[in-house]
């Protein structure tokens, strides 16, 4: 068990629609990253917050958005989705900036 | 542009075989971190290790091992008398560092999918 939370494990939806995913870091880890694992292209990365703060950008969407809250918990919100968008999203924290990441078991997306 | 290539895309063996799985990368960083992460099919991404660009000594853990080269700008990953347990992806991930030391992106290989049959 990593100790990263993810849910739910699984979402179901149509296209058009909007979903938020979420996701609780290890206990003491301030950074959370946000990646997306599709068939065709990979593991990609999305965003990275450091302790409620965006530090980087990755491939992510315009329609796609994220947060970091206080209590360091983070939300991935898509919107307006696609067919394209069906994916496996992981979440992963760390410590700081180099230390290993640990993931959370990923949200598995699918849009009808 | 830093890229991580992991030519080989599925490796089937017979359990007790070794087997190798490459990573090439590359990088115009001085200071790089090395990833290996493993992928059952469970769907969890697990971390096996991290190698900083400054430390090229090999590593063993149990029937692991890991071989860092920079001349050759490789970081292969063995797997000693493999079992059915081993049957997963394997991804190898190369960090960038930012700015602040706290910015990071770790660009993935596309995976090497192992399969150790009984």
């Known amino acids: 068990d990593s100790g990263v939370t993810q849910t739910p494990k699984h979402l179901i939806t149509a296209t058009g629609q909007r979903v938020t995913l979420r996701c609780s870091p290890r206990s003491g880890d301030l950074s959370v990253y946000w990646y997306q694992q599709s068939l065709d292209q990979g593991l990609q990365f999305l965003i990275h917050?450091?302790?409620?703060?965006?530090?980087a950008k990755g491939n992510i969407l315009e329609r796609f958005s994220a947060q970091q809250f206080p209590d360091l918990h983070s939300e991935l919100n898509l919107s307006s989705l696609e067919l394209g968008d069906s994916a496996l999203y992981f979440c992963a924290s760390s410590v700081k900036g180099n230390s290993p990441l640990h993931f959370g078991n990923g949200t598995r997306l699918t849009v009808t | 542009a830093q890229k991580v290539t992991q030519a080989q895309t599925e490796i089937s063996v017979v359990e007790k075989e070794d087997v190798t799985l490459d990573c090439v990368y590359e990088?115009?960083?001085?200071?790089?971190?090395l990833f290996w992460y493993k992928q059952p099919p469970s769907g969890e991404l697990v971390f096996l290790i991290r190698?900083?660009?400054?430390d090229e000594q090999n590593e063993i853990s149990g029937r692991y091992s890991w071989n860092f080269q920079k001349s050759t700008s490789s970081f292969n990953f063995t797997i000693t008398a493999s079992q059915v347990v081993d049957s997963a992806v394997y991804f190898c991930a190369l960090s960038e560092e930012g700015n602040a030391g706290n910015n990071r992106k770790l660009i993935w290989g596309l995976g090497t999918s192992l399969a150790v049959n009984p």
């Open positions: 190698r900083n660009s400054f």
């Open positions: 917050y450091y302790n409620g703060e965006e530090r």
């Open positions: 990088t115009r960083d001085t200071t790089y971190y």
